[in-house]
């Protein structure tokens, strides 16, 4: 067994097609398939079912490659140490961020990195929090910026920072009167909501601690847009939740409309997830101490 076919199995995986596979990996494509028939006689396994379009793991070939994964990334990190560290990160980063931080987050870090990090390529990919943990397992991103908890198998998760959660109240809502808001007083048909699939909305009617009331609402709306959410309502008089990064970009007749929530004040955490032993730690390393910096810098 060699790296190279762990590399052809996991690149079979990757572009579910032999010929993508090899020229991924910049070999031919009798070459790469002959290395995996040898290792599969090796394992004394069938790895991928040939018969289909997309080719695709056995289930003996999904434990192998995901093995496989973790061994190239123990190799590529034992490279990477036993060569000259670069003082300075450079490279390509690909990172993906979650629709609700992007568009408050990524103006403020993107700026200060490439100024920083010159020698760096940044790529920053919206994608929602079970799209980004495909991703990671697959390799398509190195890192990601998430607001859950969880705990990921196989994957590191690094506190960045937290921030409060706030209440926008529409024009003219009985609310407005009010200096802080109780969450839990807030009524579920008056609370506008991103759609299924994002986390913000499970941490929204977590702190309102009550479920989704959308049948005694005349337009039911799902979004995956804050700033959308924030437009409705504005002009139905409804509710929305925000977090403070989010507020930084209103106008002054729409900050106006933000109110701090009753304490204890619940607030939103932010977190790095990376796969063990990353071929790019120091690149991911300079990105998270920006995106530190930055939002330190921008909520004083």
Request: proline share 6%.
């Amino acid at each position: 067994m060699t790296l190279a076919q762990l590399r052809y199995a996991v690149a079979v995986d990757t572009h579910r097609h032999f010929g993508r596979a090899a020229a991924a990996c910049f070999v031919s494509q009798p070459t790469l398939s002959a290395a995996l028939k040898k290792l599969e006689d090796e394992l004394g396994a069938v790895l991928f079912d040939r018969s289909r379009q997309p080719v695709v793991p056995t289930a003996a070939g999904e434990r192998v490659v995901a093995r496989a994964r973790g061994v190239l990334r123990e190799a590529d990190a034992l490279a990477r140490d036993a060569g000259d560290r670069l003082t300075e990160p450079e490279g390509k980063l690909r990172v993906g961020v979650i629709p609700t931080l992007a568009s408050c987050l990524l103006p403020l870090v993107a700026g200060p990195f490439a100024a920083r990090f010159p020698r760096a390529r940044l790529t920053l990919i919206e994608l929602t929090t079970d799209a980004i943990l495909d991703h990671l397992v697959t390799e398509r991103i190195d890192a990601a910026l998430v607001a859950t908890d969880e705990n990921q198998p196989g994957l590191r998760s690094e506190l960045l920072f937290s921030e409060p959660f706030v209440a926008y109240i529409g024009s003219g809502h009985p609310l407005t009167a009010h200096d802080e808001i109780d969450p839990a007083r807030l009524s579920p048909t008056d609370v506008w909501l991103l759609s299924e699939g994002h986390c913000f909305r499970d941490q929204v009617l977590h702190l309102c601690g009550t479920a989704p009331d959308e049948g005694g609402r005349a337009v039911r709306f799902e979004s995956g847009s804050l700033e959308t959410l924030r437009r409705m309502a504005d002009r139905t008089g409804g509710v929305t939740l925000l977090t403070e990064l989010s507020t930084l970009y209103l106008t002054g007749d729409e900050a106006a409309r933000v109110r701090p929530l009753t304490a204890p004040v619940p607030r939103r955490e932010v977190r790095l997830l990376t796969v063990r032993a990353h071929l790019k730690e120091g690149l991911i390393d300079a990105f998270a101490a920006t995106v530190r910096e930055a939002v330190a810098e921008a909520l004083t």
